[in-house]
């Protein structure tokens, strides 16, 4: 784990001590790990949010078969292997195997 010194005026410190406290961390860099996991799966959210509306605004609905959700899943799967979009993604997957099937791994925000 890297280290990372940081400066902060006395009433921050006082406040990061008191969330220690309070919210049963063992310690600082506990306490400011999981802000900063917090923030992160919170920006992750943002953006889910924004591409939802954007889609909601791209036009009308198309309705969808599962013929169709079978397509797609096939198609992001092969994506995923080939790393051609978010191939970083494929590296969060404990079974690659299934990928080529079509199944599609389960990612939680």
């Given at each position: 784990m890297e280290t990372l010194n940081i400066a902060l005026p006395a009433t921050m410190k006082e406040?990061?001590?008191?969330?220690?406290?309070?919210?049963?961390?063992?310690s600082a860099s506990?306490?400011?790990?999981?802000?900063?996991?917090?923030?992160?799966?919170?920006?992750?959210?943002e953006a889910l949010e924004a591409e939802l509306l954007k889609g909601l605004h791209s036009g009308e609905a198309i309705?969808?078969?599962?013929?169709?959700?079978?397509?797609?899943?096939?198609?992001?799967?092969q994506r995923l292997?080939?790393?051609n979009e978010n191939g970083s993604l494929l590296?969060?997957?404990?079974?690659k195997e299934d990928l080529a099937d079509g199944c599609l791994p389960q990612f939680h925000l």
């Open positions: 406040f990061i001590q008191a969330q220690v406290t309070l919210g049963g961390y063992s506990e306490y400011l790990r999981d802000l900063i996991r917090s923030d992160q799966r919170r920006k992750v959210k309705v969808m078969i599962d013929e169709d959700w079978d397509s797609l899943k096939q198609e992001v799967a292997i080939s790393g590296a969060k997957v404990s079974n």
